[in-house]
């Protein structure tokens, strides 16, 4: 069995991998057809074996499987392999990402059909589920690290992928970089795990970590901080890059450049929840660390809150999409923080599902309305494309947490749990959650009533030609549909609201946090639960939200313009992104750029080169002309300089 | 009772003073009839005296001529290279002295006497033995710098050399006369007996004794402070002349050094160390330092040849047998550069072209690739860049320098071979990436000529690539020689 397992893993892994490479080697010469059939292929069998994966750890309760695939740098007593931990955790990760990447290649092939780039785009896209199925498949944090990198830079070059576009390289640039700054604190608890620990394999630092709790470090002088703090922090940085946390959330809007399948199934679906799932693995340290929860709940509340506010003021269809991935991040993240480890991976389940299917929905309305993106031109497109209206609608309600969609258990679990938690910031994070709930309302019913209903406002000739997507485009629509709409009923019970649920002992939960026991207490069943889901305060803001939506939107369309005159500073603040762009441009761009400045003109050219470089060669050149005119040509100067030789080391080996 | 001396011992010194008066009996009678005869005489003299001491090279050691005269593996295979390296010396410098009108016949003779003196010198066990041979070698060479008599530069060149040689040579012999004062012997084991044993009131004479002796020796080495000759004479003399100064008596030089050194003087180890360290210091600085400021390429090299004697003194300052041996290693190394260096201003001076400047090089490598890639490995190798020999031989001194815990001294070094860098890689930037202004001819070259150069030059780079057998060889000597 475990042989079976293992030879799955290594199947759903490199399948992916030898597409893209076939795919990325032959883009110039294949034809379109082969480069997705191939790349498609693989991502298929990579699919299967997850299926299959799953059915085996998760369903039937077989252990976790843990093996070696090779040894790739041995250093010393430093032993770096190339392994894979199989648990319940990496399964359900595993179907996630193989079931929304098989998806998105086949809508691909619709969206993409008239792109020069296609057989480059499909490359991409499996080397993109090559990296994340490593990430989440490592059995140690370096080929975690690999992973993580991996999808950055797949990321990157998907979000340049019109690489002609000025915003669109812009918009990479500002990924990696930003990214950056999250690795490079990743890398320093990589390798402060490393530094106290001993090594970067899973079960090994799982297995010390008790005996490390007490363990302190001093980062200043006089302040002792626990080891495991300072790790889980950087460890979260890290994460906060990845799963665009405020204050490292600024690029995540930006990438909505690439194309759009790309922001279904990299910035909504899979990639972004790499920090999700990177704190649920690294969950036995940080339950050491209250202080490190702490800060994971109170970052991902705020996030939940705020990005929602910026989502509502946004025009951008795919921009509106993208601020709602991070307020969504934030709740997964929350969760985490909160130790419900499984509602935040239950969320990153049912929203890679409803994300994926807005993404996707929204792609086909910006081809319907040839790549017309701004929502206050479209209007009333319910009647041209009632297919793509309706599992728009599906993945709103699963996203405003609805009872009885998908995002209504996950989102409803979080929030509970959050209420049951006692550690600091708990309140706060709490009541960020509930308005985010309302604020989901708000931006996603306005995208709706904008978009599908009132007046038509695209041009004449463009109205003429309005009509539905390819069928490769609808079919991954309806699929994505079927579990937005019931995945959430059929595994809330058994992931969530069970002692020892779906991710069984793949997530470790210390006593004094379980908040899960308690929901799992008060589950008062599946179905029970769609009707007292309608008691919930969740339920009341979201309907507010909505309601609030409609009002705004198809009641009384004058008022949002009253509002924004009324309270224009509010307004103002939203637009700008509460002013984090401005803040980072100042001091980052503009005081690293002055920083910069002055290394180079300052310290480079006129330290380093002027005094040190050229001004060691100048003054031997100089002592060089001095030293020369010793050579006067004159015979007694010769002999002088010989006496007085003889006589110098006679007087000093006599005398001293 | 009085016993023959081995005769056999001295073989080479004995073939080459027979060959010198035949070369100077054929010159005169059959000068005119047979061209070039002292050249060729000169030459298979030459070869021959290589081929004897090649033959007896781990021979045993024969101490002979009534304890005078030390035929050893150490003076063997110095005097093979003097003779190896003589015999390039010769084949580069035949058109020149031709084409310059130099008394051809006088040029090999006097050539041929000093190496006659420069082998004495380097088996000499006594005091006296070692003074016959360092005239012997030196006389000779100031008639050479004058070779020209109606050149006014090649003249003052030598009226200098000879001077400053007389002021050198009697520094040397006033020291070793207060050594025999001292030590009531001139054979270097009784010598090195006495001292050893030597009580206090006695050392302050020794010590007296010994800095006559360094100074000579840093004279004949051209050492700073006692070096200003050598810039003078190498740009004074003819460039033949200069290529013979500037090779085979620097070999000598170091092996006078080394058997007075470490022969005669191991008891006073103490007082020559900081001695040698400080000119090898001096020599080192200035001599990089002042040749950046040349556009003499001669004078260049002079300077150049001034910091390549302090490196060399580095590993007889080691004082230990690793020591000498790199010491021995690195000076015949330099041998072979300065000889590939000098070989090639040599060989391009004709058809009335003088090389005396560096802007004289410009564009070779349009002119004569090969010629310029050959210039290159050996200024490479002076710089001391791997993986050429000059690389190896710079290595292997400091190394053996660090060995004794002497790391400042190493990283002093160190520090003034990058100073020396510059000037030697000017050098490439002319004749790579200068383009002339004159448009000069293409230089060619007779066939011996390009085949010495070409030999000449790889050996830099094949020395530095398997630098593995020379180094043996310096070890074994000085094990079984000292």
């Given at each position: 069995m475990e042989q079976t397992i293992h030879t799955l893993t290594l199947l759903a892994v490199l399948a992916p991998l030898v597409g893209s490479i076939i795919v990325g080697l032959l883009c110039m010469r294949i034809p379109k057809i082969i480069a997705h059939s191939i790349t498609i292929s693989g991502v298929a069998i990579s699919f299967l074996c997850s299926c299959y994966i799953f059915d085996m750890?998760?369903?039937?309760?077989y252990p976790a499987v843990n093996f070696i695939a090779y040894d790739w740098v041995t250093s010393g007593s430093f032993n770096l392999d190339m392994g894979f931990l199989v648990d319940q955790l990496t399964s359900v990760m595993f179907l996630v990402v193989t079931f929304v990447s098989l998806l998105v290649h086949i809508y691909s092939v619709g969206y993409m059909?008239?792109?020069?780039g296609y057989a480059r785009f499909f490359s991409y896209m499996s080397l993109f589920t090559f990296s994340m199925l490593l990430l989440v498949g490592a059995n140690n944090l370096i080929q975690l690290f690999f992973g993580w990198e991996g999808v950055g830079l797949v990321s990157y070059l998907l979000i340049g992928f019109?690489?002609?576009k000025d915003s669109a390289a812009n918009g990479s640039f500002k990924a990696f970089l930003v990214n950056r700054v999250g690795d490079f604190a990743f890398l320093l608890g990589m390798a402060a795990i490393l530094d106290y620990f001993?090594?970067?394999n899973y079960a090994q630092i799982f297995a010390q970590a008790p005996t490390m709790a007490a363990t302190t470090i001093n980062i200043f002088p006089h302040s002792p901080w626990l080891v495991v703090t300072v790790i889980c922090i950087l460890l979260f940085i890290g994460a906060m890059g990845k799963s665009a946390q405020?204050?490292?959330?600024?690029w995540l809007p930006e990438s909505?450049?690439?194309?759009t399948p790309i922001s279904a199934l990299i910035?909504?679906?899979t990639m972004v929840t790499a920090g999700v799932f990177m704190i649920a693995r690294m969950s036995p340290l940080f339950e050491l660390s209250d202080v490190a929860l702490s800060l994971v709940l109170v970052i991902g509340a705020t996030t939940a809150l705020f990005t929602g506010l910026i989502a509502i003021v946004q025009t951008d269809i795919k921009r509106i999409i993208a601020y709602s991935t991070m307020s969504q991040l934030g709740y997964m993240v929350a969760a985490n923080g909160a130790s419900a480890f499984s509602a935040g991976i239950f969320h990153l389940l049912t929203h890679a599902c409803f994300k994926a299917l807005l993404f996707l929905a929204a792609g086909s309305v910006i081809i319907a309305m040839h790549h017309?993106?701004?929502?206050?031109?479209?209007?009333?497109?319910k009647k041209y494309i009632p297919t793509t209206y309706v599992t728009f609608l599906i993945g709103a309600l699963a996203l405003t947490a609805i009872?009885?969609?998908?995002g209504f258990y996950s989102k409803d679990a979080i929030i509970e749990a959050v209420s049951l938690s006692t550690i600091p910031g708990a309140t706060y994070s709490y009541f960020c959650l509930l308005l985010g709930a309302f604020v989901t309302g708000v931006y996603t019913f306005r995208l709706i009533f904008v978009v599908f209903h009132g007046?038509?406002?695209?041009s004449n000739s463009l109205r003429q030609v309005l009509h539905e997507s390819p069928k490769t485009v609808r079919f991954p629509l309806i699929i994505l549909a079927i579990p937005s709409v019931i995945i959430g009923a059929v595994l809330a019970k058994p992931m969530v609201?069970?002692?020892?649920?779906?991710?069984g002992n793949s997530v470790y939960v210390a006593s004094s946090h379980d908040v899960a026991a308690e929901l799992a207490a008060d589950f008062p069943g599946t179905f029970a639960i769609i009707f007292s889901g309608f008691l919930h305060a969740p339920f009341w803001f979201a309907a507010a939200g909505i309601f609030v939506s409609w009002y705004c939107y198809?009641?009384?369309?004058?008022l949002p313009v009253q509002v924004v005159e009324k309270a224009s500073w509010a307004y103002k603040a939203c637009v700008n992104k509460l002013g984090f762009d401005a803040f980072n441009n100042i001091i980052f761009v503009h005081g690293l750029k002055k920083f910069s400045d002055f290394l180079y003109y300052?310290?480079?050219?006129?330290?380093?080169?002027?005094?040190?470089v050229a001004g060691s060669g100048n003054g031997i050149v100089r002592i060089s002309n001095l030293a020369k005119?010793?050579?006067?040509?004159y015979l007694y100067h010769y002999a002088f300089a010989m006496i007085l030789g003889l006589f110098g080391l006679l007087i000093w080996l006599l005398v001293f | 009772m009085q016993t023959l001396p081995v005769f056999s011992a001295a073989s080479a010194e004995i073939l080459t003073g027979i060959m010198i008066c035949v070369t100077l009996l054929a010159q005169t009678f059959l000068g005119d009839k047979v061209k070039q005869i002292a050249y060729y005489l000169v030459q298979i003299s030459l070869v021959a005296a290589f081929i004897l001491l090649a033959r007896e090279l781990y021979d045993p050691a024969i101490i002979t001529f009534s304890g005078m005269f030390d035929d050893d593996a150490f003076s063997r295979l110095l005097k093979l290279s003097i003779c190896a390296v003589s015999f390039f010396v010769f084949l580069y410098s035949r058109e020149y002295i031709t084409e310059k009108n130099m008394p051809s016949g006088e040029y090999y003779i006097l050539g041929l006497s000093s190496i006659l003196g420069m082998l004495v010198l380097v088996s000499s066990y006594n005091f006296l033995t070692l003074f016959m041979g360092l005239e012997l070698f030196s006389l000779p060479v100031y008639a050479m710098v004058a070779l020209?008599?109606?050149?006014v530069i090649n003249t003052e060149a030598a009226m200098k050399y000879f001077i400053v040689g007389a002021i050198g040579s009697g520094m040397l012999l006033y020291g070793i006369s207060m050594f025999y004062g001292a030590?009531?012997?001139?054979?270097f084991a009784d010598v090195a007996k006495v001292v050893a044993d030597?009580?206090?009131?006695?050392s302050m004479l020794l010590v007296f004794a010994l800095v006559f002796v360094v100074s000579g020796v840093a004279f004949k080495l051209g050492?700073?402070?006692?070096?200003?000759w050598v810039p003078d004479v190498y740009d004074g003399a003819p460039t033949a002349v200069t290529l013979f100064i500037s090779s085979a008596p620097k070999i000598a030089a170091m092996a006078m050094a080394l058997r007075i050194?470490?022969?005669?003087?191991?008891?006073l180890v103490l007082q020559w160390q900081p001695i040698l360290i400080v000119l090898a210091i001096f020599s080192m600085a200035l001599g990089n330092i002042v040749a950046i400021?040349?556009?003499n390429i001669k004078r260049m090299l002079a300077y150049s040849s001034i910091a390549h004697i302090g490196y060399a003194l580095l590993g007889v300052i080691a004082a230990t047998d690793e020591g000498y041996s790199t010491a021995i290693f690195y000076i015949i190394s330099y041998a072979i550069m300065t000889s590939g260096a000098f070989g090639l201003l040599t060989v391009m001076s004709r058809n009335g072209v003088e090389?005396?400047?560096?802007?004289?090089?410009?564009?070779l490598s349009d002119r004569n690739p090969w010629l310029a890639f050959m210039m290159l490995l050996v200024i490479f190798s002076m710089a001391g860049i791997p993986p050429f020999v000059g690389f190896m031989a710079k290595v292997a001194v400091l190394e053996a320098l660090i060995s004794v815990h002497l790391v400042w001294l190493a990283a002093l070094a160190l520090l003034f071979a990058i100073i020396g860098v510059y000037y030697y890689i000017r050098v490439i930037k002319v004749m790579y990436f200068d383009s002339s202004k004159a448009k000069q001819q293409a230089v060619n070259l007779p066939l011996d000529k390009n085949i010495a150069i070409s030999v000449n030059g790889l050996a830099v780079l094949v020395l530095g690539i398997f630098p593995g057998s020379l180094f043996g060889l310096c070890l074994s000597v000085v094990h079984t020689g000292f």
């Open positions: 750890i998760v369903l039937q309760g059909a008239e792109d020069s019109w690489y002609q001993g090594t970067i405020i204050p490292l959330h600024v909505m450049e690439g194309p910035h909504a679906a017309e993106q701004d929502i206050f031109k479209m209007g009333n497109l009872p009885p969609f998908a007046e038509e406002k695209m609201y069970t002692m020892m649920g779906l991710l198809v009641k009384h369309p004058s300052v310290t480079d050219v006129k330290w380093i080169d002027g005094w040190v005119k010793l050579q006067s040509g | 020209q008599r109606k050149s030590t009531q012997s001139l054979n030597s009580s206090a009131p006695q050492a700073v402070p006692f070096h200003m050194f470490v022969d005669a003087l191991p008891g400021a040349q556009s090389i005396e400047n560096i802007a004289d090089l410009q564009g």
